[in-house]
């Protein structure tokens, strides 16, 4: 079962409607000035929009049997019930883990809903970690910044050094 805040999502719905929204405004805006500065002004755009998307939409925890999966913006945890050690944290959901620390879970922050989904699913960790048999799973940790990432910040960055290089030698 796979759990995402649907206030997260809609709110990150909202943000993707925003930032279209300003991208429309700013190439009305300026329509009418030069090629150069438009891409100036323009370039960052698409970064901001894909990490803001992905930092809302991205966010889940899936409960298996045998683990529970988080999934944050850049990692996935794979956490067996047996090695959590205790569920707590003031604004976000934080596992602490044996051997490996606390663990944020970036989908159960409290700044929107509050803490009853929090609570609700360190209550359900703590019911699944006293009937669970974890002999074959272990923690794992994988990073997820894939070629999308990549792509998407490298080609950002290139663009903005060409279009500041292009304002530098226009001045």
């Known amino acids: 079962m796979q759990h995402r805040r649907p ?12 930032f279209s929204a300003l991208q429309i405004f700013a190439q009305q805006a300026l329509w009418h000035q030069e090629a150069t500065l438009r891409l100036a002004a323009l370039t960052p755009l698409p ?3 894909y990490f803001s998307l992905s930092f809302y939409l991205r966010p889940s925890v899936t409960v298996t049997r045998d683990a529970l999966v988080v999934r944050n913006l850049f990692t996935v945890y794979e956490v067996p019930y ?6 707590g944290g003031r604004r976000a959901l934080t596992l ?5 620390g606390h663990l944020p879970v970036l989908a159960y922050d409290t700044s929107i809903t509050g803490r009853k989904q929090r609570d609700a699913l360190a209550q359900e960790i703590s019911a699944r970690k006293v009937n669970a048999d974890n002999s074959n799973v ?6 997820v910044m894939g070629i999308a990432e990549l ?21």
Request: proline content about 0%.
């Open 7 to 18: 206030q997260r999502v809609s709110f990150g719905i909202i943000l993707i409607v925003t």
């Open 47 to 49: 970064l901001i929009f």
């Open 82 to 87: 047996k090695s959590v050690v205790a569920c």
């Open 96 to 100: 602490e883990v044996s051997n490996h």
């Open 138 to 143: 272990r923690f794992s940790k994988r990073y």
């Open 151 to 171: 792509l998407c910040s490298g080609t950002t960055i290139l663009l903005c050094a060409v279009s500041f290089a292009l304002l530098w030698t226009r001045v």
